[in-house]
């Protein structure tokens, strides 16, 4: 079983949709949760992380983390075009982190 | 302030021979990381530099190993390349030991073996 597991989509919307992104993990122990944004040909780019469980926001974005069902979420309100990405999920502990599959989301104008 | 960088940005190789890939982490950056990224396993940690001392390491075979200079500039070496070797080789630099929280990613060098 994988440590992350996370749905490869794609995801396609239309513009202004709001977004859910989801990861599934397996051990209880993580601490640190993060999402990534990968566009085509670039490295990844951290978005957000948080620490233990509940919720963050910034702007549009807003990360979710249920410790309890091993659940997080990603939300993306009034999607945007320049929004079409691979989304990654990342999380562990100090100095081991796995990382999803990551979901490809494309925004439709 | 100058992004990771990483060298060469594409790159192939034929089977059997050994690729060497740079990658020169943000100044004052004291962490370097190395990543493999496919398509069917995501991103992959490899290792983890810092102060020239490799402190964490994947799961990945012992064809695959890295070193960091005392600038922090680090090197991944991957030895007797197979075919599965084809993949987004990835470097991370962060201020701090572990600080996959700060990471920063470079764009990455396309590794194909033929």
């Known amino acids: 079983q994988k440590e992350v597991e996370q749905d490869p989509g794609p995801l396609s919307v239309p513009e202004g949709a709001i977004v859910s992104l989801n990861c599934t993990y397996s051990n209880s122990a993580f601490q640190y949760f993060m999402w990534y944004r990968q566009y085509s040909r670039k490295g990844p780019e951290l978005l957000m992380y948080t620490y233990s469980s509940g919720n963050k926001e910034d702007g549009r974005f807003t990360a979710q983390v249920d410790k309890s069902s091993k659940y997080i979420s990603l939300f993306i309100r009034d999607s945007q075009p320049s929004d079409s990405a691979t989304y990654l999920c990342a999380m562990g502990n100090f100095n081991k982190f796995y990382f999803g599959s990551g979901t490809k989301l494309n925004v439709k104008p | 302030k100058a992004g990771v960088t990483q060298t060469p940005r594409y790159l192939i190789k034929t089977r059997g021979q050994q690729v060497t890939l740079s990658c020169s982490p943000i100044?004052?950056?004291?962490?370097v990381s190395w990543y493999q990224q496919t398509p069917g396993q995501g991103l992959q940690f490899l290792f983890e530099y810092f102060s020239e001392t490799q402190r964490n390491k994947g799961n990945f075979p012992g064809r695959f190993s890295g070193r960091q200079f005392s600038n922090s500039r680090s090197e991944m070496n991957v030895s007797t390349l197979e075919l599965g070797d084809s993949a987004l080789y990835l470097c991370?630099?962060?201020?701090?030991?572990?600080?996959?929280?700060?990471?920063?990613f470079g764009q990455g060098t396309r590794l194909t073996v033929v």
């Open positions: 991370a630099s962060s201020p701090r030991e572990g600080g996959n929280t700060e990471a920063f």
């Open positions: 100044s004052g950056h004291r962490s």
